[in-house]
């Protein structure tokens, strides 16, 4: 009998054909059980708040329950280093933010890789911060605040809500672009260090401006200069550091689905769509938004533009703490 030889390169072809056509299949039927939202901090923050509010959008969209699980600690590492470790099937997900990306060259001893470990599925929502500083210090703008701080080196206090926050490594990008000295007091959490802004224990913070806003409205703060390149709608009276003599200053903070490695590509488009899908067209959701002073993320937010952007936030921050000498063990 004759033996039939087959081509390996169609052999390839076909078992390549196979591949796709379930991993189309497997998307198609996506979800057909509850998904988990996991987020690395505990309730009541503004990572807990955007996964609640995308929870119950994608929930509606996709027609099973997304469920939210707080797991927190290590500022967020330990949550995202659970979702690292789970099967990579799009069932598991981590709702993170910009110390997603800080943490990576903050950490001495992570166990794993953001940029390599976690597949960036899409952006939720962009918050702009501020620095504010206590009502009954002598400054008015962001020029008496250098100057003071320049006088009093090492004495002005900067708080943050903790270690690897957008507003810690916002402290140290503006100890770096002045040349001051300014000392940075983590708390555990924005209440924390709020509480103590307004007590006077503490100087200074530059932390989201959504929830400062009303404490500077009634003049229980001053708020110097919001950190974005551009001056935020719902706060339009207040400046910019760029234009405030801080030059190359843009800083917000940023949160965001992510997949564990290796989930499916047709299950991570299927969830951005979805996601992008609620944002433009959710009125309840894009209501809450503005309740929040959440702003809507940048387009075209599709995977790879996350991707990309994840990765040069994780050199930037990087560079920002090797610069600034900051590491946690």
């Known amino acids: 009998m004759k033996k039939t030889t087959l081509n390996p390169a169609l052999l390839a072809a076909v078992a390549a054909a196979c591949l796709s056509a379930t991993a189309g299949a497997q998307a198609q039927a996506y979800p057909n059980k509850p998904v988990r939202l996991v987020v690395g901090y505990a309730p009541g923050g503004s990572t807990d708040l955007s996964a609640r509010m995308i929870a119950d959008a994608l929930g509606k969209?996709?027609?099973?329950?997304?469920?939210?699980?707080?797991?927190?600690?290590?500022?967020?590492?330990?949550?995202?280093?659970?979702?690292?470790?789970?099967a990579p099937d799009g069932y598991t997900l981590f709702v993170g933010s910009i110390s997603t990306a800080i943490n990576q060259g903050l950490y001495t001893k992570l166990s794993f890789d953001a940029g390599r470990d976690l597949v960036p599925v899409a952006q939720l929502n962009v918050v702009p911060n501020i620095l504010a500083v206590n009502a009954k210090l002598p400054v008015s703008n962001v020029a008496d605040y250098v100057a003071y701080a320049r006088k009093n080196p090492g004495k002005l206090s900067c708080a943050s809500p903790?270690?690897?926050?957008?507003?810690?490594?916002?402290?140290?990008?503006?100890?770096?672009r002045t040349g001051t000295d300014i000392l940075h007091v983590p708390y555990r959490g924005s209440g924390p260090a709020v509480g103590d802004l307004l007590g006077g224990q503490v100087d200074s913070m530059m932390d989201n401006l959504p929830p400062l806003l009303p404490q500077i409205r009634s003049g229980k703060l001053k708020g110097l200069a919001v950190t974005t390149a551009q001056r935020v709608a719902f706060a339009a009276d207040i400046p910019t550091?760029?234009?405030s003599g801080i030059a190359d200053f843009d800083v917000a903070a940023w949160f965001a689905v992510f997949a564990p490695a290796g989930t499916p590509e047709q299950v991570v488009k299927r969830?951005?769509?979805?996601?992008?899908?609620?944002?433009?067209t959710n009125a309840d959701l894009k209501g809450k938004y503005e309740t929040n002073g959440f702003l809507m993320p940048p387009a075209p937010n599709s995977p790879a533009s996350f991707k990309a952007f994840m990765h040069a936030e994780i050199q930037r921050w990087g560079e920002v703490a090797r610069a600034a000498k900051v590491t946690i063990d």
Do not use: D, T, W, Y
């Open 61 to 86: 969209e996709l027609g099973r329950p997304f469920v939210v699980e707080n797991r927190p600690g290590a500022n967020s590492n330990i949550g995202a280093e659970s979702v690292v470790r789970a």
């Open 271 to 280: 969830l951005n769509q979805a996601i992008n899908h609620q944002l433009a």
């Open 241 to 243: 550091l760029q234009e």
């Open 162 to 176: 903790g270690n690897g926050s957008s507003a810690h490594l916002g402290c140290e990008l503006f100890k770096l």
